[in-house]
């Protein structure tokens, strides 16, 4: 009788510029939704980790901001956060748009992987949107700026290929002990993950001005049994943004508030009661304190 095979663990760093659809391809893999999405830029601001339980394996993800050339504060706090997963990890997926040629950022974190020791995939997310003769030279342009473990084309959004990215990671981790009981699926708080719900809605209902100009913090956050009652503020940096969060007598934070609320109950199963406040802080991505403060 052949001997049991050996149990593996090990942490998978997912690294990309900005919207190349990490948080997508995380959610996909997990097959529920810890990391909020967007079709604006820059969308995930602190690192996630997210936990897929195999039979035999368990692959721990950590989700990284996308890597820009900082702005902010915030941002500079954004691209270290990437940045510093790739030293602590055994596998990294590097994304990269079918759809796009190589620019400075993707050269940039191309740099990165060749001085870290973690072997890379390059994942060719978005295949759905080009035909196959365009992905061809893609490959062979990356093929010659990087020796990659392996390149694996996908779409997180449909579901291709996604599969067999799963299975090669497995089979590149190490012998290792089971980090997280069968039932975690991330290392948020429940509270960061509320935050970071209603940062999405917020983000998926108002016009582009306004993205990087809104955090959200969670004012308080009490379990009665099987009810989670959450109150929070949305900051924004000018008076004009708050009109756009409110919305006309209240609709849009009225809707955002809703929709919130109905992924937050399918996260945590139970009921929530939620409470939203808008204020403005002006230059609060500047603000060191404020920056603590909301988690960054």
């Keep these: 009788m052949s001997p049991a095979a050996p149990y593996r663990s090990g942490f ?73 997963a790739l030293a602590e990890v055994d596998l990294v997926f590097f994304l990269v748009e079918a759809t796009e040629a190589p620019g400075p950022g993707d050269r940039f974190v191309i740099d990165r992987l060749k001085e870290g020791r973690a072997p890379a995939f390059l994942v060719i997310n978005k295949v759905d949107l080009v035909r196959k003769p365009r992905l061809l030279p893609l490959i062979e342009t990356y093929r010659k700026m990087h020796e990659f473990a392996e390149i694996v084309p996908i779409s997180a959004k449909a579901g291709d290929g996604v599969e067999r990215l ?67 503020t949305v900051y924004v940096e000018k008076k004009s943004q708050k009109a756009i969060v409110i919305g006309k007598q209240g609709a849009m ?30 230059a609060w991505r500047q603000d060191e304190r404020m920056l603590v403060e909301l988690g960054y």
């Design 253 to 282: 934070l009225k809707a955002v508030g809703t929709y919130a609320r109905i992924d937050m109950e399918h996260l945590f199963g139970m009921k929530v009661f939620l409470q939203l406040w808008v204020k403005v802080k002006e």
């Design 166 to 232: 799963v299975d090669l990671a497995h089979a590149r981790m190490p012998e290792g002990p089971v980090y997280f009981p069968e039932d975690v699926m991330t290392d948020q708080p429940m509270r960061v993950l509320a935050a970071e719900l209603i940062r999405e809605k917020i983000l998926d209902k108002t016009r582009d001005e306004l993205p990087f100009a809104v955090a959200v913090g969670i004012d308080s956050f009490q379990e009665e049994g099987k009810l989670a009652r959450i109150s929070a």
């Design 12 to 84: 998978v760093a997912l690294v990309g510029r900005p919207n190349v659809g990490k948080s997508t391809l995380l959610n996909r893999i997990l097959g529920d939704k810890i990391a909020i999405i967007s079709d604006k830029p820059q969308t995930t601001r602190t690192r996630i980790l997210g936990v897929k339980h195999l039979p035999d394996a368990q692959l721990v993800f950590v989700d990284t901001p996308g890597i820009h050339k900082p702005k902010f504060r915030l941002n500079q706090r954004m691209v270290e956060t990437a940045l510093n």
